[in-house]
DNA sequence: GTCTATAAACCGATAGAC
DNA sequence: GTCTATCGGTTTATAGAC
């Protein structure tokens, strides 16, 4: 009868692996979760391991086929990848759990991560051009930076956690445009200033 | 006979927790990696969780007194932050995962990093002083950038597990001199080119 | 201190009724 | 499609011999 049991089941298994990690999520809670038997959730996925495969392809959208060219453009980039890594965080945070269950759910990871970071060395490329961040002081200094951001992007929430008894209230924002803001020509500062100054 | 049975406990324990992380690693496992029984295990820790926390005691020596004061003491603390994240990967890779094992583990945790981060705070603020970085563009920039440093401390090794098909062998000092250089005044670049042409 | 043996619970996967 | 029942294996933790 219903024809979205298999959506339930997709939905609650990456709620519990988000929160829990693969090993710690068993296919009893899944089902529970889902409101469903156990057996039934074995007609529709026999082993545990499909169940995380088919969540990585129906969570594995293409990215946007234009790379950010403006500071604004840039701003909800930034806003849309953390987004991201908090929706699917069982994909990003455990990834090297991910990674031992199978070969291929490894090259979809190898793959994505790639993919995000040409991505950023376009988005970055533009926006030299464009007159918003200065040159390079260096052949390779913004590649280091867009590592330093991608890890950034990925580990902030857990590391929010880490430091939540300071009592400064840490921004993912804030965060990443502070260590962006010395690369910025003054268009790009006066860009900038006009964007934060709206919230 | 061997009081040394708990240090070898331990040491199998690290071992195994840093490849596969604390539920990838049964009490079993790590009794066979100690060469002694099950039983015998149980009985120098009775809970699994007693390990790690025993684990995190050992590995919990206080940070040097005088943080760095020169670029070659800062490039020191890198090579000693690479290494000590390698060596305890279990408590830095997986600290989502150990923090839900008990309280008292999270709070371990915490209070490792701040210690970290203050640490790199009084180092930055004497290398400042010292005519070796430049003055703060804007009020807290050291600080995000430190967040971001410690991020790359402790993320990278994954992170370079994950981009391992690209070409270019990626290298941990390189990579977080490359996101401080523009950071450095003439003094301080002088001086790390010295460095980096030493090796 | 170290061991073997085992209890009690949980795991993923399967079989079969409806 | 959905369910209950169960198999074979593994887990942590305990009991007791030596």
């Known amino acids: 009868m219903r024809r979205d049991t298999r959506q339930a089941i997709l939905q609650a298994a990456r709620e519990l692996f988000n929160r829990h990690?693969?090993?710690?999520?068993?296919?009893?809670?899944?089902a529970r979760a889902a409101g469903i038997s156990k057996g039934n959730l074995?007609?529709?996925?026999?082993?545990?391991?499909?169940?995380v495969a088919a969540l990585l392809e129906s969570d594995s959208a293409p990215l946007p086929p234009a790379a950010p060219?403006?500071?604004?453009?840039?701003?909800?980039?930034?806003?849309?990848?953390?987004?991201?890594?908090?929706?699917?965080?069982?994909?990003?945070?455990?990834?090297?759990?991910?990674?031992?269950?199978?070969?291929t759910i490894f090259h979809t990871q190898s793959r994505r991560y790639?993919?995000?970071?040409?991505?950023?060395?376009e988005a970055f490329c533009r926006l030299r051009s464009n007159g918003?961040?200065?040159?390079?002081?260096?052949?390779g200094e913004y590649d280091r930076l867009i590592n330093g951001l991608y890890m950034?992007?990925?580990?902030?929430?857990?590391?929010?956690?880490?430091?939540?008894s300071v009592s400064r209230r840490p921004d993912f924002r804030r965060q990443v445009w502070g260590t962006l803001?010395?690369?910025?020509?003054?268009?790009?500062?006066?860009?900038?200033?006009?964007?934060?100054?709206?919230d």
């Open 21 to 30: 990690g693969y090993d710690g999520v068993s296919v009893r809670d899944i």
């Open 181 to 198: 803001y010395h690369l910025l020509t003054d268009k790009g500062r006066a860009e900038l200033g006009q964007i934060l100054a709206l």
């Open 42 to 51: 074995t007609y529709h996925f026999s082993r545990k391991e499909d169940i």
């Open 69 to 103: 060219g403006t500071i604004r453009e840039l701003d909800t980039m930034f806003t849309d990848m953390q987004k991201t890594v908090e929706a699917q965080s069982y994909f990003f945070l455990h990834h090297a759990q991910l990674s031992q269950i199978s070969e």
């Open 132 to 139: 918003f961040f200065r040159p390079e002081l260096f052949s």
């Open 114 to 121: 790639r993919a995000m970071l040409a991505h950023l060395q």
């Open 152 to 164: 950034q992007a990925v580990y902030w929430a857990p590391f929010e956690r880490l430091q939540k």
